[in-house]
């Protein structure tokens, strides 16, 4: 994608302004958050985030009457990177900004966009993503989580009462709402009679437990709803319909904050490769062979990036980058372990104080399940790119 000087201009004003602001008591977060990492300094990130929002960088591409910039694809990877580069912590809004707001753009009444967008925009209000249940992950035409409409409660259309489990739902403990798949069809199957709903959070008719993930660290939650209630125009999309919306939002999963994660994978690598200097594992052929590998990977997935964000990469470009970036992840956090040697088996004290290599390599097992398997991407690859029979489904 090449700069034209007006990008150029705009990359001089994001890399100033970051830098003229990520002082004072935003210095100390760099680096804070991310994968892993959810936990840290929560508060002061979501008032750095309120901060870049009062400024106008947060839904950058967005159209302008939504509170968004309508940055080109060009500037958003432009900010992206120089995000990353800066060192700035990682956003706490992503799941509004990236996953529902373009969904709400695309889908929502006008109602919805005037109540929901600029509240994402400006960061007062958090999501999640209420997809997983205990037997619908990659089958998730499988959910079982039920919604049935009960008139004369609340806003004259009624309520919707909703009961079942969701599972993996991540950041559900800080989030306000959350992007519910649910069957409003009762005796339906599969994607027929689902409903894409919008939930508050902060009611009685829901649970959050937190699970503890592998990294110690608790990012992601069970979420157990036992008659808890949203209002009956707060459907996105036709009652009936989530399927078709839930898939949208899928697709937007994979959009141009991937350019930002890349600046990120690519400070990893260059502290790896200097890590590999002060060991001494850097004599070593064979880490050596593979340090090389990992930033031919990483130039090759910056390349399909670019490819695929700009069309040309074909139906399959997204699932090929998701491959290619989680496989590199997790083979990055193996290479890490490799370059500390034995000091990478022991955790630095108790009760379970984790370096950020170990933290890399114990959460990039997750990279390869979430936003859709390696298998599953796989799949979409053998029938999309090669024309190959669909697979038979359950
Ligand atoms: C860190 C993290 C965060 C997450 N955050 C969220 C969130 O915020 N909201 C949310 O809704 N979900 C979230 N998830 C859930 C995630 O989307 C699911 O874990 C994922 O879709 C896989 O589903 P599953 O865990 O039920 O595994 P399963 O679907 O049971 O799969 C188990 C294994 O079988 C393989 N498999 C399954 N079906 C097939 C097939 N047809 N062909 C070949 N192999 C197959 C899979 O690839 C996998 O290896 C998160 C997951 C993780 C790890």
């Known amino acids: ?49 309120r901060h870049l929002a009062a400024a106008g960088w947060t839904c950058l591409g967005w159209p302008a009457e939504h509170g968004g910039r309508g940055a080109t694809l060009a500037q958003q990877v432009i900010f992206y990177e120089e995000y990353a580069r800066s060192r700035a912590p990682a956003r706490v809004g992503y799941l509004g900004e990236e996953l529902l707001g373009p969904t709400l753009i695309a889908f929502g009444t006008p109602e919805q966009k005037s109540r929901f967008l600029p509240r994402i925009a400006a960061v007062e209000e958090l999501w999640c993503q209420g997809y997983s249940e205990p037997g619908a992950g990659s089958d998730l035409a499988a959910v079982s989580t039920a919604a049935r409409l009960v008139k004369g409660e609340g806003e004259a259309g009624g309520q919707w009462v909703i009961t079942g489990q969701k599972v993996w739902t991540s950041l559900a403990v800080e989030a306000d709402w959350c992007f519910v798949l649910a069957r409003t069809e009762p005796g ?65 999963e994979r959009g141009v904050a991937t350019l930002g994660q890349q600046v990120g994978f690519e400070r990893e690598l260059n502290r790896l490769v200097e890590l590999a200097r002060q060991t001494g594992a850097s004599a ?29 990469a074909g139906g399959s470009g997204p699932s090929e980058l998701k491959l290619l970036w989680s496989r590199w992840h997790q083979e990055l956090g193996e290479l890490a372990m490799d370059v ?32 859709g398997s390696d298998e599953i991407q796989r799949t979409l690859i053998a ?6 029979p669909r697979q038979a489904r359950a």
């Open 284 to 312: 070593d052929p064979l880490i050596r062979d593979r340090l090389g590998r990992a930033w031919i990977g990483l130039e090759a997935m910056r390349a399909h990036a670019l490819r695929t964000l700009a069309g040309g």
């Open 188 to 252: 339906s199957k599969r994607g027929a009679g689902l409903s894409y709903l919008l939930v508050p959070m902060r009611q009685p008719g829901i649970t959050v437990r937190p699970i503890r993930q592998l990294t110690g660290t608790s990012e992601f939650n069970e979420v157990f709803f036992d008659g808890a209630r949203t209002d009956a125009g707060l459907v996105v999309g036709e009652v009936g319909d989530g399927w078709r919306v839930a898939r949208a939002t899928l697709a937007i």
């Open 1 to 49: 994608m090449r700069s034209s000087p007006h990008d150029e201009q705009f990359r001089r004003t994001i890399r100033e302004w970051l830098a003229a602001n990520l002082t004072g008591r935003f210095a100390a977060l760099r680096d804070a958050g991310g994968p892993g990492r959810e936990h840290e300094a929560h508060a002061e990130r979501v008032a750095w985030n």
């Open 383 to 388: 029938e999309r790119a090669l024309g190959l």
């Open 340 to 371: 500390q040697g034995a000091p990478s088996m022991a955790a630095r004290g108790a009760p379970y104080d984790l370096d950020d290599w170990q933290r890399l390599f114990l959460f990039s097992r997750a990279d390869t399940i979430y936003g």
